[in-house]
Structure formats: structure tokens, C-alpha cells
């Protein structure tokens, strides 16, 4: 202001904020899907009631998808196709305009079971059948295949994650057997390391969901 400093909005709202996107799945009567996993896109205007619309469709088809986006774009990391398995790739979306999902590139490793969070540039991958404790790490405005960002403190599967502008959380899932997990960890999304100890939930579970605002 001259005589202080102060913080305020640095991005503009363009119009392209209020649409939500889901996508893939499993379902018996997927048409034209010989394996019942959905390929299909569909979206809905958060900001009003109504029925969600075509999209477009994903590069394959596949159940156990995680997704994670930035303001603009929108990414999806498959999770198990027939007949081939666990699979490792990410195609992305511009959420702003309808259209097929593009090859962004692959995870460093395939499994399903994944969590999936955000910042406004970087979207991170972690844990998924085996279980496994590795995290994945894209910038979400570039395409290309994953790099490792470091590990989860425990192997997770059927996990979860959220995240603040800067914090992510992964937790909760199973060890791969019968152990149920009620743990997350914290981890500093712009810098690279293994996740750390935040704490737990009041119960173990797995294949729960989770949300966040900042």
C-alpha cells in the first residue's frame, strides 16, 4: 500500500471454477465394456442442481481410479484393468472443456488401491496393493511419468488422501493381510521425503473417503 504489506488473491477467476468430474468404475452394465470397467467422463456445475453430463472417456478402461487436479486440469490414475491387472497409467483432463482424457504418462509403479492429493501444482500418489509404502510425485501442469517423492511410514492399501494447499495426509487402509490401519501421515507436498507420523483415527477401516477444505 506504500507504507505496508498486505495479502490478497493473486489468481483470476476466469470462469472456469464450480464443474466436478468423475470418471471410470466398475459396473455390470458398462456399454460396449466386455470387462463391466468404465472408460466413461462425466461432469457436473457444482455451483447448480441437475444431472451430470458426458464428458468424454478415459484412454482405458479401469476400476480403483484415484484422481487429483489443480485449477485447470484435472488427472486420473487407473487403478485395475482387465485383463490386465494392476496398471501404472495417469491421463489428465482440461476440466474447463469436454473432451477425451489424454496420456499424461505413468506412475513408477502399478498397483490399485491408491490415495491420491494435491497442491495447486503437484499431485502425489501413494501406497496401493501390496500393501506398499511408495510415494509418487507429478507436476500437474507438465506431462510425464512419475517420479518417486519417498515413503509412507507403513505400507498402506486401500487408502486415502487429502490435502491442504501445502499439506498432504495419506492414512488409514490395510497392511495387506488383516490389519486394519487408523494412522496418517504428513507430508510437505512441495518438498520431497517420507511421510511422518500424524496421528490416528478413533478406528481402523479401509476403502473410506475423505475431503478437505484448506
Request: glycine share 14%.
Amino acid at each position: 500500500t506504500g507504507t505496508e504489506w498486505r495479502a490478497v488473491n493473486s489468481y483470476v477467476d476466469s470462469g472456469n471454477m464450480g464443474r466436478g468430474v468423475w470418471m471410470g468404475g466398475n459396473t455390470p452394465t458398462a456399454p460396449g465394456s466386455a470387462s463391466g470397467f468404465e472408460d466413461n467422463i462425466e461432469f457436473i456445475n457444482l455451483n447448480t442442481s441437475g444431472s451430470f453430463k458426458n464428458f468424454g472417456d478415459l484412454t482405458i478402461e479401469s476400476r480403483h481410479t484415484v484422481a487429483m487436479s489443480s485449477r485447470t486440469r484435472g488427472l486420473v490414475k487407473h487403478g485395475y484393468d482387465s485383463p490386465t491387472g494392476s496398471v501404472n497409467v495417469i491421463d489428465y483432463i482440461t476440466i474447463a472443456s469436454a473432451g477425451n482424457a489424454i496420456d499424461f504418462g505413468d506412475a513408477t509403479y502399478a498397483a490399485w488401491g491408491n490415495a491420491a492429493l494435491a497442491s495447486s501444482t503437484r499431485g502425489l500418489i501413494a501406497g496401493g496393493t501390496g500393501a506398499l509404502n511408495t510415494i509418487n510425485y507429478v507436476t500437474i501442469s507438465t506431462i510425464g511419468n512419475a517420479l518417486d517423492f519417498g515413503d509412507l511410514s507403513t505400507p498402506m492399501r486401500h487408502t486415502i488422501g487429502y490435502a491442504s494447499p501445502t499439506r498432504g495426509i495419506v492414512g488409514t487402509g490395510d497392511d495387506g493381510s488383516s490389519g486394519m490401519l487408523s494412522r496418517f501421515d504428513s507430508i510437505t507436498i512441495a518438498a520431497k521425503g517420507n511421510g511422518i507420523d500424524f496421528g490416528d483415527i478413533c478406528y481402523g477401516a479401509r476403502a473410506v473417503s475423505a475431503c478437505s477444505n484448506t
